[in-house]
């Protein structure tokens, strides 16, 4: 059901009466509320959009911060936005979890903050990447880091197994830590076969980049297996890299990953700050959508999507021949941000499509045109600055328009009986809205479910006039009738019922 808020006003319109000339007329003017006092409803469609503090303290509408977006490739996908639930997508189950929430954070409105209690455990169900054993393909492994010291030997990430090597029991590794401000990335008998300078199955993967205590940065670890690339990422930048093959160039043979006995994931098990949007992907890493070149040649990340953001109300039902006349919005509009307001009207929107009945682009506070029906709809988009960091937002939408009146019936109603028919006959209406009139009729007091008259089923639309006789009606029978005006504005604007009238027809009448 939509929860808005309808203020009421009454104002008074000259509306143009080809038989009066020139007369007053009162229109219903009402207001719908979106946000604002009440809060926003459930949109029928949003895209990068979620809610903030607006103006007075009420909640608003603004662009959502970018966060990973699971695809078919999503293994696992952490992000912290339900605490009672912090997996949100992903064949994964929590072991342990011991990380809170704040709402410092990069993306969207929660984050995890970890107080070197042992963190997150997870365990992957057969068929998810670390809930699996055997040859393994591409894969990544992405998240938010905001450590609060950075000090040596915390652990981000931790996976540890084992696995037969020629009938040999072999131990497994993988593991993220901090080594001197840098992040350290080690992989023990991870890759099947394959051997370093050493003859050892280990691989260590160093940060070139110091970390900063209280600064977000990006991380993130991918094996390509097409190519046997092995790569460490930093802020969209690659900070250590090495062909896991043969010989250690693009020409070697390649190394997959094989995997042991499953066994848990473990995120944050010695870690002190921030993390967020932990992701695993089944394929090798790609740059998202919000990273951008910054000044200076160095790989950034905008805050907000360059395309911005878009929602759709759900279909708001006024009443017939409605006219908006007027979108009034309180909205923070910053410097190089922009925000467009569209509407859309119809009597049925069963059939609305996305683009059917089409969009009206309008301007908040001037006056709307062509725009009247049963149901209206608003939609908005809203754009960040140049560089993605500024976002608009939306307090309030407030939708003024007008109700056709209903007309009011006629007063003085009478009915003659006859020979299987009923004249019913009336005064105009003193409505001078009133185009037309419809007439009921049934065998029951206040039931007008009439079918058998020559002239069709109750109602019976008699035009404007001020006599309509029924026919084919049953000799001995009692029929009950009543009238209502319909608007000469919209004739599906039917007002109230006159006082009821009955008679009998007899045959010797």
């Known amino acids: 059901m939509w929860e808005n808020c309808i203020r009421k006003n009454w104002i008074f319109t000259v509306i143009f009466n080809l038989a009066a000339c020139f007369c007053l007329s009162p229109l219903f003017a009402k207001e719908v509320v979106l946000g604002g006092k009440a809060g926003w409803p459930e949109f029928q469609s949003s895209q990068n959009i979620t809610t903030g503090k607006g103006r007075y303290g009420y909640e608003c509408i603004q662009l959502e911060t970018n966060s990973f977006v699971s695809d078919r490739d999503t293994d696992l996908l952490i992000d912290f936005e339900d605490p009672r639930n912090i997996i949100s997508d992903g064949d994964y189950s929590i072991i342990k979890n011991n990380i809170g929430s704040t709402n410092q954070t990069k993306n969207e409105k929660l984050a995890g903050l970890s107080r070197n209690l042992g963190g997150i455990s997870?365990?992957?169900?057969?068929?998810?990447?670390?809930?699996?054993?055997?040859?393994?393909?591409?894969?990544?492994?992405?998240?938010?880091?905001?450590?609060?010291?950075?000090?040596?030997?915390e652990v981000i990430f931790n996976w540890e197994s084992s696995k037969v090597l020629d009938g040999a029991?072999?131990?497994?590794?993988?593991?993220?830590?901090?080594?001197?401000?840098?992040?350290?990335?080690?992989?023990?008998?991870?890759?099947?076969?394959?051997?370093?300078k050493n003859e050892k199955n280990e691989i260590q993967l160093n940060g070139s980049s110091r970390l900063i205590p209280d600064e977000?940065?990006?991380?993130?670890?991918?094996?390509?297996?097409?190519?046997?690339?092995?790569?460490?990422i930093l802020n969209g930048s690659t900070e250590d890299l090495l062909y896991v093959t043969s010989d250690g160039t693009e020409d070697g043979e390649i190394s997959l990953v094989y995997l042991g006995t499953p066994s848990e994931v473990d995120f944050c098990s010695e870690y002190t700050g921030g993390i967020d949007e932990i992701r695993i992907m089944r394929r090798a890493y790609q740059s998202p959508e919000f990273q951008s070149a910054e000044y200076g040649g160095k790989i950034g990340f905008t805050q907000y999507l360059p395309q911005g953001g878009r929602f759709v109300s759900r279909p708001i039902m006024v009443s017939n021949g409605s006219i908006l006349k007027e979108l009034n919005a309180e909205v923070n509009v910053p410097s190089q941000t922009e925000v467009s307001f569209f509407v859309r009207s119809g009597d049925n929107f069963f059939n609305w499509t996305d683009n059917y009945p089409e969009w009206k682009s309008v301007k908040s506070g001037e006056l709307i045109s062509g725009v009247n029906g049963l149901y209206f709809q608003v939609a908005a988009e809203l754009l960040p600055d140049g560089n993605g960091g500024i976002s608009p937002s939306i307090t309030e939408i407030a939708l003024t328009f007008e109700e056709l009146p209903e007309p009011l019936p006629p007063f003085v109603v009478k009915a003659v009986a006859g020979n299987a028919c009923v004249t019913v006959s009336w005064n105009y209406s003193v409505d001078d809205t009133a185009g037309g009139y419809y007439l009921y009729y049934g065998n029951r007091p206040g039931e007008y479910l009439g079918r058998i008259a020559v002239e069709g089923e109750s109602p019976i639309d008699v035009g404007n006039t001020t006599s309509f006789t029924v026919t084919?009606?049953?000799?001995?029978?009692?029929?009950?009738?009543?009238?209502?005006?319909?608007?000469?504005?919209?004739?599906?604007?039917?007002?109230?019922?006159?006082?009821?009238?009955?008679a009998r027809p007899l045959a010797y009448r």
Request: glycine residues 12%; hydrophobic residues 40%; proline residues 2%.
């Open 216 to 232: 977000w940065s990006y991380h993130v670890i991918s094996f390509d297996s097409e190519s046997g690339i092995l790569e460490y």
């Open 169 to 196: 029991l072999v131990y497994q590794q993988l593991a993220g830590m901090f080594n001197k401000g840098h992040m350290e990335w080690s992989f023990s008998n991870f890759f099947d076969g394959y051997k370093n």
């Open 472 to 502: 084919g009606l049953e000799n001995g029978k009692i029929y009950y009738f009543a009238l209502a005006a319909w608007s000469a504005h919209d004739k599906r604007v039917v007002g109230e019922l006159s006082k009821e009238v009955f």
């Open 122 to 153: 997870v365990e992957g169900k057969p068929g998810s990447f670390f809930g699996s054993e055997g040859l393994m393909g591409s894969f990544s492994i992405e998240f938010w880091l905001c450590p609060s010291l950075v000090e040596n030997g």
